[in-house]
């Protein structure tokens, strides 16, 4: 089945209809390149004094405000990743709308997957108040030069494997992504708000599935215990590198784009979802988990990061598979992108001929 949604965003001084090209206001526009103009000349210290004191007071960055280049850099590097990873992570769980159980979870799993997509839009819109345009970010998807999460290139064998990504990849999103609601960047901080409480819906649907598994026949049974198996350690690698060797976290941390590192939000993590498999019945795979009561926190064992190097690297169980999907999406969508252009294009040059 292919689900198609043609959305149109409005943002503050632009208008994006549906995968056509981008329309800043001419305000926006200047307002970037006046700002690179600043940046290439070294910065303007009383502009950058300012900026950090905005920072301080939490004020929200709006678009048109003056911002030092490498935390423009930041913000594209880490939102339009999020956004492929909401594109790329529509095609795991796309891959069971034709084989769900019955016809309720057929629909809420399309609901979810066409909620992934609209995080995907709204993320591309926010890139896009920062100066960069989405065809652009969707060309370096899919030339494969791109980062997007890990968690997204592994396979997903069974039913029980959609229950899993719910309950522990959306989990983890949620842990992760709560916190962006306070980013420093006004755009992506409100983006977050609303894809945070679809994601909360997105982790219940995949507990409930888990539930019905865990709760069934021995071979349902199994099946649960099999894809927590799976999920449970690519799941912590989401978080990222470890906080020692994680390049971007202090600096994200100081400009208040990350509020917590990659390694606390993991232990957050992992704090909050064991209780949860042991009321499924399900045993966490890892052997040297255990409760630390001096720290009231679990303690957990090594994380295999050559595996999560060699996911990043592009030789994931499932890289090349996704990055196929995409490039095929692309081609088919083009006469809808076209089709949305053209539409838009008539409307204006009317809505012009009648401002005349
Ligand atoms: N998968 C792929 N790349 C990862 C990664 C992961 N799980 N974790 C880190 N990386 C990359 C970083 O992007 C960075 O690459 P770059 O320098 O080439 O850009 C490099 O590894 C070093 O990592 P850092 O810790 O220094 O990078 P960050 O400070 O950016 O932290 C992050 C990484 C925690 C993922 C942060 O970028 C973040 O919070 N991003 C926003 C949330 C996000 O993108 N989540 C992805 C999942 S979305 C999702 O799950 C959708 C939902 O529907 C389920």
């Known amino acids: 089945m292919i689900v198609i949604r043609i959305i149109t965003c409005h943002y503050p001084g632009r208008q994006w209809h549906g995968g056509g090209a981008c329309m800043y206001t001419q305000g926006l526009n200047e307002a970037a390149s006046k700002a690179g103009a600043h940046d290439a000349a070294g910065e303007d210290s009383a502009l950058l004094q300012r ?18 280049a490498a935390y423009r850099q930041t913000l594209i590097r880490q939102i339009s990743q999020h956004a492929h990873s909401e594109i790329v992570g529509m095609l795991p769980e796309g891959n069971w709308i034709t084989r769900a159980p019955s016809l309720l979870r057929k629909s809420i799993l399309i609901a979810k997957v066409q909620d992934e997509g609209g995080h995907g839009a709204y993320l591309y819109g926010a890139a896009e108040t920062l100066g960069v345009s989405r065809a652009e970010l969707i060309d370096q998807l899919l030339a494969g030069q791109a980062k997007y999460s890990s968690i997204f290139n592994y396979p997903t064998p069974t039913w029980a494997d959609i229950g899993a990504i719910g309950w522990l990849v959306d989990g983890a999103a949620i842990m992760n992504q709560i916190p962006l609601c306070r980013c420093s960047y006004g755009p992506y901080a409100r983006a977050m708000i609303r894809i945070c409480r679809e994601e909360s819906f997105h982790q219940r ?139 838009a294009a008539r409307h204006a040059a009317a809505a012009a001929a009648a401002a005349a």
């Open 51 to 68: 900026f950090e004191a905005r920072i301080e007071a939490e004020e929200k960055i709006e678009p048109k405000d003056w911002m030092p």
């Open 205 to 343: 649907q995949g507990y409930d599935i888990m539930l019905k598994l865990a709760r069934g026949s021995g071979e349902q049974r199994r099946m649960a215990q099999d894809a927590l198996d799976r999920w449970w350690w690519p799941s912590l690698m989401m978080f990222g590198p470890s906080d020692t060797a994680s390049q971007h976290t202090a600096q994200s941390v100081r400009w208040k784009i990350k509020r917590f590192t990659n390694d606390e939000l993991r232990q957050k993590f992992v704090d909050f979802t064991v209780p949860q498999a042991k009321f499924l019945g399900l045993n966490v795979p890892d052997s040297e988990l255990r409760w630390d009561a001096a720290a009231a926190q679990h303690r957990f064992g090594p994380i295999d990061w050559n595996e999560f190097q060699q996911v990043l690297k592009g030789h994931g169980p499932c890289n090349r598979e996704r990055l196929a999907a995409r490039r095929a999406a692309h081609e088919q969508g083009r006469w809808v992108r076209e089709a949305a252009s053209a539409y």
